[in-house]
């Protein structure tokens, strides 16, 4: 007989070791087993809650957009007005939960899989949208018009530099990142001064 109420801490525990597993490879040649093993189950059950390692990796790949969400929300609660309010998403972005080598190594495979998976496509477009509609909101009373193509601007810086700091093999520095999308951020507010 299954145990009642264990699946959802079964689903959380094989989430957590799909990104752990992730981090530690560095790229998607894990398999089920070795991710259920790593969550202290059989693949059986893992195959069982999820279908299969596509299914799994998407599902690892909701879990770390949902905690990057939770950290603009929680940023965004405190900022007041539109600058701030751009400030906190820059700010959040470059969070240092967002900088373990495991979530690190789960984005960029997710950037890789969605290249492949109309699935994972659709859940980095829906990141991607959230995003630009966040910057857009506190952009367009600041600059009107420029508000899309700015906020295209910053999304792309945002990520960019992800990229690059999470592929560097020294130190990360997310404080730098966040500052260089700080320094194009204040230039656009600058122009519609001008």
Known sequence: MPKLGMEPIRRAALVKATIDEIGAVGNLDVTVSRIAKRAGMSSALAHHYFGGKEQIFLAAMRHTLSMYSAEVRAALRTARGHKARLEAIVMASFASSNFQPAVIAAWLNFYVLAQSSADAHRLLRIYQRRLHSNLVHDLRPLIGDRADRAAGQIA?????????????????????????VMCLLQSELKKMAQ
């Not at 792309?156 to 260089?180: F, H, P, T």
């Open 156 to 180: 792309g810086l945002i990520d960019g530099l992800y990229l690059r700091q999470g592929l560097a093999r020294d130190q990360v520095e997310q404080s730098d990142a966040a500052g260089q």
